[in-house]
T-cell receptor, first 113, second 113 residues
Framework: KAGVTQTPRYLIKTRGQQVTLSCSPISGHRSVSWYQQTPGQGLQFLFEYFSETQRNKGNFPGRFSGRQFSNSRSEMNVSTLELGDSALYLC????????????FGPGTRLTVT | TQLLEQSPQFLSIQEGENLTVYCNSSSVFSSLQWYRQEPGEGPVLLVTVVTGGEVKKLKRLTFQFGDARKDSSLHITAAQPGDTGLYLCAGDGSGTSYGKLTFGQGTILTVHP
């Protein structure tokens, strides 16, 4: 079974720009979650989508948004990028029921200059 | 806001030594997961513990969930260089936080040959 894939793997953007990251979950998984990982803050939960609906949301500003498509693929968008948005963005999929065991992709390394 | 404190942050040991990583919170979690992450990759799920007092073994790794479901520990026996990596605990919230994973800051383990 193919794992979670994320594109692109690396991205360099300038302050003020916006960016869209993509995630394809494991086949059969209906839940997709996004996380931000930085050396200072660790791994922080952004949001979770299940069956195209946002089911959970972390404490991030509205510049961070996402969506999920009918095939469970998900995109995450960050508008008006700030230097502090530089991080590894991880997508994880799960069945979305009972135990929320996360299967992570390799991440997208975003650098904002 | 649910918080998970993980200790120690860094652990540098020789091959063959034993070690324990702790994960503590004042909040109750419906379940707790342990992940291991290597550079350039996403975290990989090691185990999920659900019941208070539960102990699970995975070869040389022993995981324990506290009786009150507020804390957990990971014990590695006879560590090997292949155990090197970032170990993360993650709690799945209860009540309105169900499905929202909270991660500890992580423990960077280095096992020297």
């Amino acid at each position: 079974k193919a794992g979670v894939t994320q594109t692109p793997r690396y991205l360099i953007k300038t302050r003020g720009q916006q960016v869209t990251l993509s995630c394809s979950p494991i086949s059969g998984h209906r839940s997709v979650s996004w996380y931000q990982q930085t050396p200072g803050q660790g791994l922080q939960f952004l949001f979770e989508y299940f069956s195209e609906t946002q089911r959970n949301k972390g404490n991030f500003p509205g510049r961070f948004s996402g969506r999920q498509f009918s095939n469970s693929r998900s995109e995450m968008n960050v508008s008006t990028l700030e230097l502090g948005d530089s991080a590894l963005y991880l997508c994880a999929s799960s069945f979305g029921t009972d135990l929320h065991e996360q299967y992570f992709g390799p991440g997208t390394r975003l650098t904002v200059t | 806001t649910q918080l998970l404190e993980q200790s120690p942050q860094f652990l540098s040991i020789q091959e063959g030594e034993n070690l324990t990583v702790y994960c503590n919170s004042s909040s109750v979690f419906s379940s707790l997961q342990w992940y291991r992450q290597e550079p350039g990759e996403g975290p990989v799920l090691l185990v999920t513990v659900v019941t208070g007092g539960e102990v699970k073994k995975l070869k040389r790794l022993t995981f324990q969930f506290g009786d009150a479901r507020k804390d957990s520990s990971l014990h590695i026996t006879a560590a090997q260089p292949g155990d090197t990596g970032l170990y993360l605990c993650a709690g799945d919230g209860s009540g309105t936080s169900y499905g929202k994973l909270t991660f500890g800051q992580g423990t960077i383990l280095t096992v020297h040959p």
